[in-house]
Nanobody
């Protein structure tokens, strides 16, 4: 069973930055894709950013130019650097991974609140 532990959320002012971390209990080399999803209260969970095992990245339009996804294989971790944060970025951010057998795992989520 894969366990994902997220950290790095919190309260930040508009224009500020946060870095989310997701540590996996197994080697991330076993994952075909890794990503971060955002869920705003009352809405469905949506993809913010994703990265493949080959290093390809995909960003939702609402984060392009502001967020960067990256991995550290030595630490079995995936990160989301969030810059120029806006109030509408507020939500719970979930780490998601999918292995090469299409099994998907989710973290517990970390709250990000952007407010003055």
């Amino acid at each position: 069973q894969v366990q994902l532990v997220e950290s790095g959320g919190g309260l930040v002012q508009p224009g500020g930055s946060l870095r989310l971390s997701c540590a996996a209990s197994v080697s991330i080399r076993s994952f075909a894709t890794m990503g971060w999803y955002r869920q705003v209260q009352g809405e469905e969970r949506e993809l913010a950013a994703a990265i493949t095992s080959g290093g390809g990245t995909n960003y939702a339009d609402f984060v392009k130019g502001r967020f960067t996804i990256s991995v550290d294989n030595a630490k079995n971790s995936v990160y989301l650097q969030m810059n120029s944060l806006k109030p509408e970025d507020t939500g719970v951010y979930y780490c998601n991974v999918r292995n090469f057998y299409a099994a998907t795992y989710w973290g517990q989520g970390t709250q990000v609140t952007v407010s003055s």
